[in-house]
């Protein structure tokens, strides 16, 4: 399977920033084939720029959250299908700053997921335990019980999500996560997928948190992440496009 390596703007850019980092990505691929699947996740007002810089390039572009609404009476949400009027791909739901800090909890994520996918748009679905997690010998537990939320929701479509495992303590830390910490946790996440779906080699596996042009090429060479959801390094084009490169 061809790597996926997407990137998450967060909650930084600007018209004149975006379309500069956008314009040296492109420059930067020169026409070519990329090593690997890239998409970019962007804040929602900047879709529409996004779809213009990018329509025709192999870059697909996605959302960083999507309502768990159909449509109505929820102020300030952005539903599946105004994604897909702009041509969105992905979205990232469960992020670990959404469920931090504006309490999402694993039904609310899921039922995100579900919503995505019945509007034929891909989830990212992001899983990680905390620190405080990770030292209470829970990691396995936690990315399982969140897993298992959105295969519950999702059911036979599990096989067309994509699974971000990102430690909450790598996020923004420049903390990574060992190549084997992180690959222990990628085969406990490909078993569970592989209890609830006859594919579970099609569903991309992504590590986030602090992963970077220096150590991308480890992460990556491990048997079940399957490419990476980039934070940081997704502002620099010169280091995004090595990490696609790394995804060779
Ligand atoms: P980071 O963020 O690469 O800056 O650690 C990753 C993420 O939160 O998706």
């Known amino acids: 399977m061809r790597k996926l390596i997407a990137g998450n703007w967060k909650m930084n850019g600007s018209l004149a920033a975006n379309e500069a980092l956008v314009k040296a ?81 694993d039904v609310v994520v899921a039922a995100k997921a579900q919503r995505a996918l019945a509007g034929g748009v891909t989830p990212i679905v992001c899983v990680g335990e905390t620190l405080a997690e990770r030292e209470a010998g829970q990691t396995e537990a936690v ?8 295969i519950h929701a999702v059911a036979h479509c599990t096989s067309e999500i994509v699974v971000a495992y990102e430690p909450v303590w790598a996020i923004g830390t420049g903390k990574t996560a060992s190549p084997e910490q992180a690959q222990q946790v990628h085969a406990v996440l490909r078993a569970q997928l592989a209890a609830a779906t006859q594919h579970p080699e099609r569903v991309h596996i992504l590590y986030g948190g602090s992963m970077n042009a220096a150590n991308a090429a480890s992460l990556l060479a491990q048997a079940d992440i399957d490419g990476g959801l980039i934070g940081g390094a997704s502002l620099k084009a010169a280091d995004f496009l090595h990490i696609v490169a790394s995804a060779a």
């Open 25 to 105: 990505m492109l420059d930067g691929l020169g026409g070519k084939v990329p090593a690997s699947d890239m998409a970019l996740c962007v804040p929602a007002p900047y879709l529409p720029q996004l779809a213009g810089l990018l329509q025709g390039s192999p870059i697909a572009w996605g959302a960083q959250d999507v309502s768990s609404h159909e449509s109505g009476a929820y102020t300030g949400e952005v539903s599946v299908a105004m994604l897909k009027d702009f041509g969105c791909r992905y979205a990232i739901v469960g992020h670990s700053e959404r469920r931090q800090y504006h309490g999402e909890t």
């Open 143 to 150: 990315v399982k019980r969140q897993l298992a939320a959105v």
